[in-house]
């Protein structure tokens, strides 16, 4: 096969009466060629990884959003919002006495009535207090999705903004002193 597109080369560069040769690329061209496509990878990587962020964020609005609706229901029912004595639970390594207890416990009574299951934070970190939190003294609560790593947080003024943790956590709650306090 070689032979044959090697002679038709070599007619074509006769018939046209210019000087041809096989001849393949170079060791820079192909490094250049290399290098252009590392880099457009190295782009691509980065918006992935952005768009994943964002995705998460989206996420930890739409699990404290459905706990805090969970929390309404559970309040319109029995008058208190379930209590952990002003203790922060969750599922974390230092998330209070519930936080070996699985996603169903770090806010007692509210699964399976008023939530299916309870929600973990989509990073699947749960070193120090990193996750879900919540704390409550049965007439207020707050809920927290912290995080120990560089992640984006509400600023001020916005939903979700923590005033107690501005650059590490997303909160819910319903009133003082949980909001500003706790």
């Known amino acids: 096969m070689n032979k044959l597109i090697k002679s038709l080369f070599t007619i074509k560069c006769q018939k046209s009466n210019v000087k041809c040769s096989l001849r ?49 229901l559970y309040f319109d029912s029995n008058n208190a919002y379930p209590s952990t004595g002003g203790n922060w639970w969750g599922v974390s390594a230092n998330g209070g006495s519930r936080a070996t207890s699985g996603a169903n416990a770090y806010i007692p009574g509210l699964t399976p009535t008023y939530i299916s299951v309870l ?6 970190d749960i070193s120090g ?3 879900y939190l919540y704390a409550s003294n049965g007439t207020n609560y707050k809920l927290l999705s912290h995080a120990n790593g560089p992640e984006s ?19 819910l709650c319903n009133g003082e002193p949980a909001c500003s306090s706790w």
Not at 24 to 50: C, K, P
């Open 24 to 72: 393949g690329f170079t060791l820079i061209e192909l490094l250049v060629v290399i290098a252009i496509i590392g880099l457009l990878a190295t782009i691509v990587a980065v918006s992935v990884n952005s768009a994943r962020a964002k995705a998460r964020d989206t996420r930890r609005k739409a699990d404290l959003k459905q706990l805090q609706t969970a929390l309404e």
């Open 129 to 131: 207090w990193s996750g």
């Open 119 to 124: 929600p973990i934070d989509p990073r699947g």
């Open 153 to 171: 947080f509400p600023s001020v003024g916005q939903p979700f903004y923590d005033p107690v943790r501005p650059t590490w956590a997303w909160m």
